[in-house]
């Protein structure tokens, strides 16, 4: 089995960077794509940013495309995302989750493995 811990949410101020990070243990591999969720108060959770094996290859909603950035650390087993210029519109729990057949998808469904997420509140 796969977990997923994700860490570093927490409050900030409009324009601030934040970084996350989410830890897997388990049974890992550096094949699997990892991914980036949110889900705001009351609302769908929406894809925010995948990263893929063995290329790295980084995709990207349109509304975070040229502020976030997802990286990823295979010899740590973990994958950072880096929230830069954060608006209030950004506040959402954001989960980490893993696509452990590989491939790139932005669809939540077709990722089986999910951590529990973490809050980032952004005041104006």
């Known amino acids: 089995q796969v977990q997923l811990v994700e860490s570093g949410g927490g409050l900030a101020q409009a324009g601030d960077s934040l970084k996350l990070s989410c830890a897997a243990s388990g049974r890992t591999s550096s094949s699997y794509t990892m991914a980036w969720f949110r889900q705001a108060p009351g609302k769908e959770r929406k894809f925010v940013a995948a990263?893929?094996?063995?290329?790295?290859?980084?995709y990207y909603a349109e509304f975070v495309k040229g502020r976030f950035a997802i990286s990823r650390d295979n010899a740590k087993n973990t994958v950072y995302l880096e929230m830069n210029s954060l608006k209030p519109e950004d506040t959402a729990v954001y989960y980490c989750?893993?696509?452990?057949?590989?491939?790139?998808?932005?669809?939540?469904?077709?990722?089986?493995?999910w951590g529990q997420g973490t809050q980032v509140t952004v005041s104006s």
């Open positions: 990263i893929s094996s063995p290329f790295g290859n980084t």
């Open positions: 989750a893993a696509r452990t057949q590989g491939g790139y998808y932005s669809g939540d469904y077709a990722y089986d493995k």
